[in-house]
């Protein structure tokens, strides 16, 4: 039995397709009016720590797709839990979305940002998330985003996702961890190395090694033999062989294969473990000052969001002021008013 990962040559990534670049560009620019240089270096961590179906996409995509999967859970929950007939008009988003509403922005931006720190798929996320809540006390409403991070939410959704990895989502079926498209990412080695670890803890142990191998094709043979020796990986396969029909060859194209901290508006770091790995880190400094140097000039600045904030604080202050200078006047008047009574 020859396997289809075992001798795969690593694919060469060429200049990614300009088009793609520019759209990716504009969205993270769109974004940036709302974010600080610090939230944009903190998705370079959470590259690492986030699932990995969200591995592939842009933190902007990551957090439409949040928003997305907050609003069709909330009317699930709100019609188990409360009034089925008014679901469907239910919003747990603000009227217009995130992007007319700053606060709306950074709630489900920063809920997001805790779903990939913890790791999790953002549906389970949100649903044990309510279903928590819901279970602690009888409540009216449903949890927004920025409620989603109570310590007993984050016990309950870090103990729900346990669950899932060891059933169906054990793994990512992407179609960018298949042996067709590996070209040693770091996210790739990632994703063989969580492979490698999930599958102790599985109870079909030796059926999932073997679909692992020949059918989905996330674990070459090779590298399954130095973790699990060629005696176990050899009987693995004949136990897996025929089970299930091998997945598609897929050959992506190369900008789809472009990770979530591709692109940022801020300097890139390669000097980084993670920035030396990849091979994407050169085209990613140049697209990435790009992207900086485009919000300065939209902007005015490399941080919109401080300027925004400076803003409204002159704003307050101008006020309290104005109304003092009004109090002040009131008082002065009403006094001289009395004096030429007397």
């Known amino acids: 039995m020859t396997s289809s990962s075992a001798c795969n040559p690593v694919r060469v990534i060429g200049t ?10 504009q969205l993270i620019v769109k974004a940036a009016a709302y974010m600080t240089p610090d939230c944009w270096r903190a998705e370079r961590s959470l590259a690492q720590t986030k699932w990995f179906e969200y591995r592939f996409i842009s933190p902007v995509e990551a957090t439409v797709n949040f928003v997305e999967t907050h609003q069709k859970i909330f009317r699930t929950k709100w ?8 679901a469907n008009v239910k919003r747990g988003v603000a009227v217009g979305g995130i992007w007319n509403n700053r606060q709306e922005f950074s709630a489900f931006w920063n809920s997001r940002v805790h779903a990939d720190f913890l790791g999790v798929e953002y ?22 985003p920025g409620q989603m991070r109570s310590e ?12 899932e990895l060891a059933g169906n989502r054990w793994l990512s079926e992407l179609p960018h961890y298949r042996s067709e498209n590996f070209c040693e990412l770091p996210d790739q080695i990632a994703h063989r190395e ?15 090694l073997g679909v692992s191998m020949d059918t989905l094709r996330v674990l070459p043979t090779n590298k399954a033999e130095e973790i699990f020796g060629a005696e176990i990986v050899n009987g693995a396969r004949e136990r897996a062989s025929g089970i299930e029909a ?3 060859v897929e050959r992506i194209p190369d900008e789809r294969l472009a990770p979530s901290c591709f692109g940022l508006p801020v300097p890139v770091d390669v000097s980084s473990d993670r920035c030396r790995r990849c091979p ?25 969001h401080a300027d925004h904030v400076r803003a409204l604080t002159r704003e307050r202050v101008q006020r309290f002021r104005d109304k003092r200078r009004r109090a002040q006047a009131g008082v002065v008047e009403e006094g001289a008013d009395m004096e030429v009574a007397a």
């Open 280 to 304: 994407l880190a050169p085209q990613c400094v140049k697209v990435s000052q790009s992207a900086l140097d485009s919000s300065v000039t939209l902007y005015g600045s490399d941080n919109p």
């Open 194 to 208: 969580h492979v490698a670890h999930t599958l102790r803890k599985r109870s079909n142990f030796a059926i999932s």
């Open 16 to 25: 990614l397709d300009p088009i793609f670049l520019e759209e990716r560009a």
């Open 152 to 163: 007993d939410c984050i016990k309950a959704v870090k103990a729900r996702w346990e669950e």
């Open 79 to 86: 019609s188990q839990a409360f009034e089925t007939s008014a």
């Open 246 to 248: 091998p997945a598609p």
């Open 123 to 144: 549906g389970i996320y949100c649903s044990t998330n309510m279903e928590t809540a819901l279970r602690r006390a009888k409540q009216k409403r449903l949890l927004r």
